[in-house]
């Protein structure tokens, strides 16, 4: 399966005070590599809701934190697209670094999972929030890129 | 004038890795103020919206951070119409807080300002965002409770 | 168990262009209950840091976004310890409102639940982030609670 | 003098139930362009913090909101330092889109402003946000830079 990857950059409004990166933002980031991977393949969300009515929520997601990320911090976001139903997408996401700073043994990058996400993705009617099916033009190009 | 107050706590949601509230967020602590004063006033926004089809929205904001509120603080957030004209408003606001920590020496209360604002709100339509005048029945609550 | 409450206004700093709650956004509400929980206990978070090292933090949480919250609806959002470990403690968490506007059959109120959550939260030293025992004193206040 | 861009997608977090970039968030995109400035220069905000002890902090910003960004768009985020003073430097700041669907006439790209910022930032001591100077290696970069 296909690992799309989106490049997040930490900045101060992304933080709290405890000194590292707010535990509701991450879903920001989730979302941002999510929008990116649909563009990626061709499908912009504002004419998805334009053209066809469709908008795509998130049902639920299970998220992990497993290391809190600092301000600053340059970080990788991916999505991949696990399970494709007609009317709902189940997204595996991780938000990463591969931070040099991290190994001082010359062997290479290595890879620092912050947080971990599984999103179920709904399509829905934008009118009345009802569930529909993901349009299909959308589930050929995820199929495709699997 | 009347000098609307309406309280608010920090959170972590608000702060940043500076360890205070982060300068974009007391935007959000002035229109709750607002907000709420014209709630007070009997005005709810989203009838105004389907009712009448009128959005507020923000023209210009002046903004000076005086002292960094911190995490946990209790605030209260003022907000008066200065000047009522007929398409717009202009609000001047504080953020302060009464706290009895700042004052060791038996006085009474001492109000501490984190920061001020002054906003000039507009009335819009809700479809094309083009000004219109401010609803008559908002301009006569305002003036009255002036 | 006992079911902790606290109000919430949705403003529209909360929601995106959907014209609902940013789901990023429920977990701000959901730790804001948590947050007043713990003061209603008699626990204070910058105390607990300043005092002890002690910072409380979000080990992982499974959302349900069931119906969408609305711009400047009233929300409730619960807490309730559901689990009470020695390093951590599971939250039960709910966020609802108790409209009239959704029952026309003169039946009394209805609750509407929007968002559910299941939190771990887990006691780490500020310093480092590094795992330790829930304060005592919270363990003690939240089983006398129960 | 030079006028650093810095591109920002306007995704559904920075939206509100108006259909349009929540009018606190453009004060995100302001911030940024100028951390991407200095980062440019070759100053990472985290490193100024622990070596010299150093926090950028805004003291005022006024803001005209001119025109509302919507979702999706891809926006153009300016900063330009004006003024450069001994603690303090000023500055001056637009968020525009030069998209081509503003513009059927054939007659090249159009730039559509729709929000623009005059941002005092100050040095302060991380300890105690008391003023300082701002570090002479910043003040020798922005001036060979202008």
């Keep these: 399966m296909t690992r799309f990857l989106w490049p997040v950059r930490v900045y101060y409004e992304d933080t709290d005070a405890g000194g590292v990166v707010y535990y509701g933002n991450y879903l920001r980031f989730f979302e941002r590599a999510r929008t990116e991977y649909l563009r990626h393949l061709g499908f912009e969300q504002d004419e998805l809701r334009e053209r ?86 959308i589930r050929t190009e995820i199929s495709r890129e699997r």
């Design 52 to 137: 066809m009515g469709v908008l795509l929520v998130v049902r639920s997601v299970n998220l992990d934190f497993l290391r809190p990320a600092r301000f600053n911090e340059q970080l990788q976001v991916s999505a991949t697209v696990e399970t494709l139903n007609k009317a709902s997408m189940v997204f595996q996401q991780e938000i990463f670094s591969t931070s040099s700073k991290e190994n001082h043994h010359g062997d290479g990058e290595q890879s620092v999972v912050y947080c971990t996400a599984t999103a179920t993705i709904a399509a829905v009617r934008a009118t009345d929030f009802r569930a529909c099916a993901v349009p299909a033009e």
